[in-house]
């Protein structure tokens, strides 16, 4: 101090050299910070990133990645992948040895035209169109024991650290291993949207139908399929009704109300009627066709007492209540007949006119409300069909025109075209990410012996995963009179493919 006296200033100095001294001597006297343990990682890629990331090591480890994937000496973490079914028991996650700490489903692909053999395995989400899944051995990726799925496997080998068991630092280092969260085990749930063709159901098919054992004899092994479908569309062709008069036409066509119950029952929750038939008895003939389905609990749209009724979609979700928003939209496209019928003027719904939303550009005005009508109904939440009666009769490949005009209805929101009225199987497209089936042909038809490929159908599956397009698995069917099956000449699906790779050629 400067005004102390010096025997003051002395003290004060010793006893500040003194306090310096004992906090070195502390200092020196602690115990350094030990250097980080290395931990060896064994890694085929750079996965560890993001697990670490998410995950970080207890204080103390420092982590060095080696190895190509062969065996690396002293490694005491190993990351890597194994493809084969999940395993449930709690080995698989909780395990001393290994961890599972991710999950991805593969799936086989392969061109829609493509055989059953040229497949490659991809993740589930890269399976889009032109591409499409399919079944592994029978099995989907919900089923238990599906073979495709790539798991991120860490395993642990304690000793390699070098530390003892007792050391706090393994055990944390152990802690932090069975901390880590178990990957989880919910699998892609496949949804199937399943469409037909024509269904005639007259001809000696309705009395068949009103047997106990109707449905097994008229739909035969085709009957899993229809009624394990979360929704099941097909086209009814023909009046649902006992009044009105025949129009002046080559064929019309009839239906007893009953005849709904059993088609119910065979899984069909959506009945177009939008096509060149639903008017044979008239406006009177058209509109018992409403009532009765609605009394079925059977869906249809692009029909109703006015085109504001027309216009509307049907609406539901796949799977029921929960599911992926769908939206389903029926439209006329057929020719003029022979016989002079003519859809585009007879049957269009009008503003206080009972008909059909009519989608050709015969009739510019219907064709543009159609299209604003399915602009309107559709969104990009929801999975939207178009189920459209149109094309030529008896021909096996779309005319271009065909082919514009569907791909009009994927420019206006659709993710799927059914279409059907050619009577014969064409081949399915792909556009804009959407699916195509140009024809269906035929589904329940008698009479049709006597034409080239009208005995010949097509069931189509599409697979829903998240909302999109990822499984198509075309049924072969055919038909004998009243009786529709699985096509057993397999002389069916090689014309199928067959379009359909000229299709994706042209």
């Known amino acids: 101090m400067p005004g102390a006296p010096p025997r003051a200033r002395r003290a004060t100095a010793r006893a500040l050299l003194t306090a310096v001294t004992a906090v070195l001597s502390l200092v020196a006297g602690c115990e350094r910070p030990s250097e980080p343990v290395q931990l060896r990682l064994q890694t085929e890629g750079d996965e560890w990133e993001n697990l670490v990331d998410a995950h ?40 001393p040895a290994g961890r599972t700490i991710s999950r991805r489903w593969l799936v086989p692909v392969a ?70 969260p178990a990957a989880d085990t919910s699998a892609p749930r496949v949804h199937w949207i399943a469409a037909v063709g024509d269904l005639m159901v007259a001809r000696g098919v309705t009395e068949l139908l009103d047997r106990p054992d109707g449905l097994e004899l008229v739909f035969s092994d085709l009957l899993p399929y229809m009624q394990s479908a979360d929704l099941l569309l097909g086209n009814l062709e023909g009046a649902v009704s006992r009044r009105g008069e025949p129009l002046e036409k080559t064929f019309t066509f009839r239906f007893h109300p009953r005849v709904l119950d ?44 006015s085109l504001a009724d027309a216009r509307e979609p049907y609406r539901t979700r796949v799977p029921e209540q929960a599911g992926t928003p769908v939206r389903v939209l029926a439209v006329g496209a057929y020719p003029l007949e022979r016989s002079g019928f003519d859809g585009a003027r007879q049957t269009a719904a009008g503003e206080d006119r009972p008909g ?47 082919r514009e005009l569907y791909r009009s209805y994927v420019d206006a929101g659709a993710d799927l075209v059914v279409g059907h009225h050619s009577h014969v199987v064409q081949g399915l497209e792909t556009y804009r990410g959407a699916l195509i089936a140009h024809s269906l042909g035929n589904y329940v038809f008698p009479g049709m012996f006597v034409t080239e490929h009208g005995e010949e159908s097509l069931l189509l599956r599409v697979g829903l995963v998240g909302g999109v397009i990822r499984y198509v698995d075309p049924v072969a069917v055919r038909i004998d009179n009243q009786f529709t099956s699985r096509d057993e000449l397999a002389t069916v699906m090689p014309r199928f493919l067959t379009e359909t790779r000229r299709l994706h050629e042209e």
């Open 111 to 180: 061109p829609l035209w493509a055989t059953g053999t040229q497949v490659e395995l991809v993740p589930i989400a890269d399976a889009r169109l032109p591409l499409a899944a399919r079944a592994a051995d029978g099995l989907y990726p919900h089923d238990p024991d599906y073979p495709y799925v790539e798991q991120l496997v860490l395993e642990l080998d304690a000793d390699a650290t070098g530390l003892s068991p007792e050391d706090e630092r393994r055990i944390a280092l152990e802690a932090w291993f069975a901390g880590l």
């Open 56 to 95: 970080p090591l207890p204080p103390g480890f420092a982590l060095v990645a080696v190895g190509d994937g062969s065996e690396e000496p002293g490694a005491a973490l190993r990351l890597g992948t194994v493809v084969g079914p999940v395993r449930t028991d709690a080995a698989d996650d909780a395990g």
């Open 356 to 402: 059909v939303l009519w989608a050709e550009r015969r009739n510019p005005e219907a064709h543009a409300q159609a299209i604003a009508a399915m602009r309107d109904a559709f969104t990009h939440e929801s999975f939207d069909i178009v189920t459209v009666h149109g094309g030529p009769e008896w021909a096996t490949r779309p005319p271009e025109w065909q």
């Open 262 to 305: 059993p088609l119910a029952r065979a899984g069909f929750d959506y009945l177009s009627i939008v096509n060149n038939h639903s008017y044979d008895y008239g406006e009177i003939g058209f509109l018992d066709s409403l009532d009765h389905l609605a009394a079925a609990g059977i869906a249809t749209s692009g029909a109703g007492r």
